[in-house]
């Protein structure tokens, strides 16, 4: 039988693919998506993908969940901040017309605190919720390998399993409605030791070579350097695109980083990992904050730090990190990262959360 869903998120590079990979009496189809009307070329060709697929437009969450002919929502979206006020506003309409035990299934990569918080809330809803984020990139939910990180109630799972190996490529590690977010968060932790590694490298070629950060021969060089025992995934989706074809504004977006880089941080802080853990998620989050600060309003990816990285740009982002960055005192350092940020970034990190924060 197909399942069939709703989804707020559709018209985002990670949900969007999914209207051509779900066909026509397969695993799962979704009836509506959520749409802002946020008008672009990109937008407008998802639009016609999810039209192509059978899926309804809708403007607003009460026609979303319509009559509650649906198994459950898919969310694909922001942050804590931001998820949260897609709760607090979806889960009434929710329960005006439920029938049976709806699902929310969440695709965002949120912090470990606000998938316990999601499930709490929503348990004491009748709905069920399990937190699967993503990872892989747009090209990853483009092909359909993207990973899907799953766990919490087995038994939903194995119900969403056809569907999401149609999606991407899904693995459940455990029953623990956390252990997906954990999971992200510990990957993160890899691109953003992988991407200092990488960004350092490229800086000290730059400077030890007297050459400039782009051009086909340093792409050449870490070409091949890249190969050897200190390669990472990161040259190869991030910062070659920077040193290769001068492009700073495509990957993954520093106001997005920033934040994950913040959870892990705390997360490793909880955990009781050693500062040698955490200072550098609170480095490379403070470093993001930076460019957010000095070129305010300008799209810029991760890769983006290596040119803060050289000596001539180097002094500001130091004099930037002594402000705020202490090994002595790891908790100040993590609160300072979120101090810093522009508002709008702020208030998506939401890192205080309980069950009370989704009330309306």
């Not at 101090?339 to 309306?360: G, N, Y």
């Amino acid at each position: 039988m197909t399942m069939k869903l709703v989804g707020i998120g559709g018209m985002g590079l990670m949900l969007s693919p999914s209207a051509k990979h779900l066909k026509m009496g397969g695993a799962a189809r979704f009836l509506r998506i959520h749409d802002r009307g946020t008008k672009d070329d990109r937008r407008d060709m998802c639009r016609q993908t999810w039209q192509d697929h059978g899926a309804g437009l809708v403007d607003d969450y009460e026609s979303l969940v319509g009559d509650g002919d649906y198994d459950g929502v898919v969310i694909c979206a922001g942050k804590n901040g931001d998820d949260c006020h897609i709760f607090r506003s979806l889960v009434p309409h929710m329960q005006q017309n439920k029938k049976d035990q709806p699902f929310i299934l969440h695709l965002s990569t949120v912090s470990a605190g606000f998938a316990r918080a999601a499930h709490d809330f929503l348990s004491a809803e009748g709905i069920d919720y399990v937190n699967f984020p993503l990872t892989g990139g747009p090209l990853g939910a483009e092909n359909a390998n993207m990973l899907i990180l799953a766990s919490g109630d087995e038994s939903i799972y194995s119900r969403l399993e056809p569907m999401l190996q149609t999606i991407g490529n899904p693995r459940y590690f455990n029953t623990s409605v956390t252990a997906g977010a954990e999971v992200k968060l510990i990957g993160q932790l890899m691109v953003f030791n992988g991407l200092v590694g990488i960004c350092s490298a490229a800086a000290l070629k730059s400077e030890c070579f007297q050459e400039e950060l782009s051009g086909s021969g340093q792409a050449e060089f870490f070409d091949f350097l890249n190969g050897g025992a200190g390669g990472t995934r990161q040259w190869d989706v991030a910062i070659s695109k920077g040193v290769r074809d001068n492009t700073w504004d495509q990957g993954f977006m520093i106001q997005h980083a920033v934040v994950d880089a913040i959870y892990a941080a705390k997360l490793c802080r909880e955990r009781g990992l050693p500062a040698m853990a955490v200072i550098p998620m609170a480095s490379i989050a403070l470093t993001f904050a930076y460019l957010l600060s000095k070129y305010e309003g300008a799209p810029l990816a991760t890769h983006a730090i290596v040119r803060e990285m050289v000596k001539e740009n180097a002094s500001g982002l130091d004099h930037f990190l002594n402000q705020y960055l202490s090994y002595s005192d790891v908790d100040a350092s993590i609160n300072n990262c979120i101090a810093v940020l522009p508002q709008r970034v702020k208030d998506s990190v939401m890192l205080d959360i309980d069950k009370d924060s989704f009330s309306t």
